[in-house]
């Protein structure tokens, strides 16, 4: 019987290498420092950020292999990034981006790989420049001027970081081929515009605490026209003189010591409530103007406290505040909270009636229906072709669809005790 002696198995280069730097690496994981000079610790510096990125290639050249390998199923796996990333405590999105560039780089992207496997350009920076060259229009552009674009962006690589590479990127055409630089740039603008417009959003919610808090989305154009708008009013020169931030007579000093997030919020509400009222469009026959409702003492100096006609309530020196600016209309209330009849000399009720009957009524006077003052009509309740007069009394907010029914003769209208309408069809 013959023994075989059994060979020791051979591991691969890159394997072997890997093992090799742990094991130089556990032997300085107690080596101090202190004693390097500026000097050597600046040269040490670069040099460990160049030998970083060499070893993210190879980490990406491994992550290619294992991907075509499909490694991952072999541990139950449904990808190999999400192997990777529960093996190392990775986030899946990390480990994904990372298997994509990977795989990138093993394609058409090898000189951009070439690079980095000489500490020549940044992981994240590889990452942009595959991302600027395959944004490239297939229509407009060639393989070779697809290659000078890369070629060009590696060398660039030397003198920008990430950052700014990827602005780079976005113009590489203006730079390598502007004879269609130029169309290419106005299909992405165009493109890029209409995403923006249709992911437009504006929220708004009441914490009832006294406060509202926000989120919005806006085109980067309207965008930097609003924060430019309201960075002039928050400028501390103008801020010293207005804001409310600061005790009365405060210096530029004083403002500047505000943050600047504070300062851009004081300035959101100088900017709505300047806003010239005149500029506004039109809602149901009105300007959209505050409305601030007080009794007469409120005006005066008293403690009752105001609101507005949306249902909010203020503080009596807020109220008295608020009618000093533009685009707030004081209703003052008299005897009995009635605002007075302001004349019925027009077929049309004028914009001082509306704004007394939108205050009263508040709402669409229909059973079940709340559409606000500024979508609905102002109805005579004694039709004007009937004799009717046009005045605060007898008129009364109906939305479009509830005013048609008014004037509809399949239905007839009741009025409740409360003052609400009701409707029924006749049969």
Not at 44 to 58: F, G
Not at 82 to 97: D, F, I, K, S
Not at 203 to 218: A, E, I, V
Not at 361 to 380: F, Q, R, Y
Request: hydrophobic share 40%; aromatic share 4%.
């Amino acid at each position: 019987m013959s023994i075989t002696a059994s060979q020791p198995t051979r591991r691969h280069p890159v394997a072997a290498v890997v093992e090799r730097l742990h094991a130089e690496l556990d032997d300085l994981t107690e080596t101090p420092v202190w004693s390097m000079d500026g000097a050597e610790a600046a040269s040490t510096l670069k040099q460990l950020t160049r030998l970083a990125a060499r070893v993210a290639e190879v980490e990406l050249r491994v992550a290619a292999h294992a991907d075509r390998c499909e490694a991952g199923q072999g541990f139950g796996a449904t990808t190999t990034a999400n192997w990777w990333a529960v093996e190392t405590r990775q986030t899946r999105a990390l480990a994904h981006g990372k298997v994509r560039l990977a795989n990138a780089l093993d394609g058409e992207h090898e000189h951009v790989r070439d690079a980095m496997a000489v500490g020549e350009l940044l992981p994240e920076q590889a990452r942009v420049i595959v991302d600027a060259v395959d944004a490239l229009p297939a229509d407009l552009v060639d393989a070779e001027t697809v290659q000078l674009a890369r070629t060009t962006l590696i060398e660039s690589a030397r003198d920008h970081d990430a950052k700014a590479l990827k602005i780079l990127g976005r113009r590489i055409l203006d730079v390598i081929a502007p004879e269609v630089g130029e169309a290419h740039e106005a299909r992405q603008l165009e493109a890029e515009e209409r995403r923006a417009q249709e992911s437009v959003r504006l929220t708004m919610s009441d914490d009832g605490q006294g406060r509202s808090h926000g989120r919005f989305t806006l085109p980067t154009v309207q965008a930097e026209m609003f924060t430019k708008q309201l960075m002039a009013i928050a400028a501390p020169k103008h801020q010293a003189a207005t804001c409310d931030g600061v005790p009365t007579g405060a210096t530029t000093d004083a403002v500047e010591r505000l943050s600047w997030p504070h300062r851009m919020g004081l300035a959101l509400i100088e900017w709505i409530e300047r806003y010239p009222a005149d500029g506004l469009p039109c809602a149901g026959g009105l300007t959209a103007s505050a409305v601030v409702t007080m009794p007469l003492e409120t005006m005066t100096g008293g403690l009752a406290a105001a609101s507005l006609d949306t249902g909010a309530r203020i503080s009596p020196g807020q109220a008295r505040r608020l009618l000093c600016e533009a685009g707030i209309i004081p209703a003052v209330l008299g005897g009995g909270s009635q605002v007075l009849d302001v004349g019925r000399k027009h077929r049309f009720h004028t914009g001082p009636q509306r704004i007394a009957i939108g205050t009263r009524d508040k709402h669409c006077t229909a059973e079940g229906c709340d559409w606000p003052p500024g979508l609905c009509h102002v109805h005579h309740d004694i039709p004007w072709h009937k004799g009717g007069g046009t005045s605060v009394e007898k008129g009364r907010l109906l939305c479009p669809r509830h005013h048609t029914m008014a004037h509809d003769p399949r239905y007839s209208t009741a009025t409740r005790p409360g003052g609400k309408v009701a409707f029924t069809r006749r049969t």
